[in-house]
């Protein structure tokens, strides 16, 4: 139930709600060629960051619980989903497929801590 309550972050994420904005001019810092491939990921990074605090508060209510195989089950888990699916996704996307893969992963267990 508390995992529920979570979505009432989400306009809060002022950190989130900058990079969105400001994104590629903060990029621009450190050049032009940086900026130009970064902006994309860092885009999708952002966005997947909604879905990351969910799983975070999930992965705590687990540990208060004492629930600590299912918490290492999962973990492990998405770790072997992140990797596997980076192997595939970055010879056909480059970097931007890591950030694919890691969206897409985390809205996968944001729906487990959701409904579970």
């Given amino acids: 139930m508390c995992v529920r309550h979570s979505v009432y972050i ?3 994420d002022t950190s989130g709600n900058i990079m969105l904005l400001l994104g590629n001019k903060i990029l621009i ?6 900026a130009d491939s970064g902006t994309p990921l860092l885009y999708i990074m952002t966005i997947s960051t909604l ?7 999930y992965f705590t209510i687990l540990r208060v619980l ?3 195989k299912e918490l290492s ?6 770790a072997i989903l992140v990797i596997g699916a ?3 996704f970055i010879p056909k996307f480059g970097i931007i497929g890591i950030g694919y893969v890691w969206m897409s992963t985390q809205l996968l267990f944001f729906f487990i801590a959701w409904f579970h």
């Fill in 10 to 12: 989400f306009p809060t």
């Fill in 29 to 34: 810092l450190f050049g032009s060629g940086y």
């Fill in 51 to 57: 879905f990351t605090g969910t799983i975070s508060i």
């Fill in 66 to 68: 004492n629930k600590i």
């Fill in 73 to 78: 089950i999962l973990a492990v888990f998405q």
């Fill in 86 to 88: 980076s192997v595939i």
